[in-house]
C-alpha cells in the first residue's frame, strides 16, 4: 500500500490562541508539511486546487514547484486539479498517472473506467456505503471497456487521522480538531453529518485511536474498497504541531509497515 500526504491549503487559525495565521505563514507551514513527509518516508505530497474560500491552494504547481526544488525523494502531486469532465491534460511528461476523482458522481467513474485510469475516492464526507457503491460500478464499467480486471487501481482519502499509543489519548487529543470540523460546517450553513465525535471515529474514514485500531479500520475499509493507496492529512488541522508529528512518526513505524506487508502496491502496467 501507498501512503500519501495531502493538503489543500486552509486559512486557518492557531490552535491555542485562535489568532489567525498570516498567508505567508501558511504557505510555510505546507513547506515544512511536505519536507516532514519525505523525512517520515511517505510515498506521495499533493496541494489540491481549491477558488473558494476558506483555501488558498488556487495553484497547486506553483506551490508544488517550490517544493520540488527543496525535496529529493518524495513524488509530489495535485490532489485536485479542476478540469471539464471531457478534457484530459497533455503532460510534458510520459506517461503521467492521470488518477479521476471519485465523490458522487457516476460519470465520473465511468470516465475513469473508460480511459483505463486509476480512481481516488474523496471518501470524506460520507459514511462508507455511497463510496464503496461508486468504487463498485468502476470495477464493473472497467471490465465493460475491456480492461484487466487486475490493473483497476483505487485510492481513498480519509476523513481525519490521529494515532496515539491508547484510543483515549488519541480522541481527546483530536477533540479540538473536531470542534474546528463543526465551526466549519457551522460557518458553511450546513448539518454536519457526524454530530459527535464519537460519531465521527465510529462511522466516518477518520483514523482515530491506537496503531492496533487504525491497522483494523483500514483493513475493513480495503474489503469494501480494494483500494491500494491511502491519503492522511499532511497539516496538523486543530492539532498541535507537536501532537501531530508524533501521530506521523506512530503511522510510519508501526502502522504503515503492516499495512505495507499485508495490502501489496498498486500494480501499474506501462510505468
Do not use: C
Amino acid at each position: 500500500m501507498k501512503f500519501l500526504a495531502i493538503t489543500l491549503i486552509t486559512d486557518s487559525r492557531d490552535p491555542v490562541t485562535g489568532a489567525p495565521t498570516p498567508t505567508r505563514e501558511r504557505f510555510r507551514e505546507v513547506v515544512a508539511a511536505a519536507r516532514l513527509a519525505e523525512q517520515l518516508g511517505f510515498d506521495g505530497f499533493g496541494v489540491g486546487e481549491r477558488h473558494e474560500r476558506p483555501f488558498l491552494s488556487s495553484s497547486p504547481p506553483v506551490v508544488l514547484g517550490h517544493i520540488a526544488a527543496l525535496t529529493r525523494r518524495i513524488r509530489l502531486f495535485t490532489a485536485v486539479t479542476t478540469l471539464r469532465a471531457e478534457v484530459l491534460p497533455r503532460p510534458f511528461q510520459r506517461n503521467l498517472r492521470v488518477w479521476h476523482g471519485s465523490a458522487t458522481s457516476r460519470e465520473s467513474v465511468d470516465l475513469a473506467a473508460r480511459y483505463g485510469d486509476p480512481l481516488f475516492s474523496a471518501n470524506v464526507t460520507h459514511p462508507i456505503g455511497p463510496y464503496a457503491e461508486l468504487i463498485r460500478y468502476y470495477r464493473e464499467r472497467w471490465e465493460h471497456y475491456g480492461h484487466d480486471p487486475a490493473h483497476a487501481v483505487v485510492g481513498a482519502g480519509t476523513a481525519g487521522y490521529h494515532a496515539a499509543p491508547t484510543s483515549q489519548q488519541a480522541v481527546r487529543a483530536y477533540r479540538p480538531a473536531f470542534a474546528r470540523y463543526l465551526a466549519f460546517h457551522e460557518e458553511q450553513g450546513l448539518e454536519p453529518v457526524f454530530p459527535t465525535l464519537e460519531d465521527f471515529v465510529e462511522r466516518s474514514s477518520a483514523l482515530i485511536g491506537s496503531p492496533q485500531q487504525v491497522i483494523e479500520k483500514v483493513h475493513r475499509y480495503h474489503e469494501e474498497f480494494g483500494h491500494t493507496a491511502l491519503h492522511l492529512q499532511a497539516e496538523a488541522g486543530g492539532l498541535t504541531p507537536a501532537e501531530h508529528r508524533a501521530s506521523l512518526e506512530l503511522f510510519q513505524s508501526e502502522i504503515a509497515p503492516v499495512l505495507r506487508r499485508a495490502i501489496p502496491d498498486p500494480s501499474f502496467p506501462h510505468s
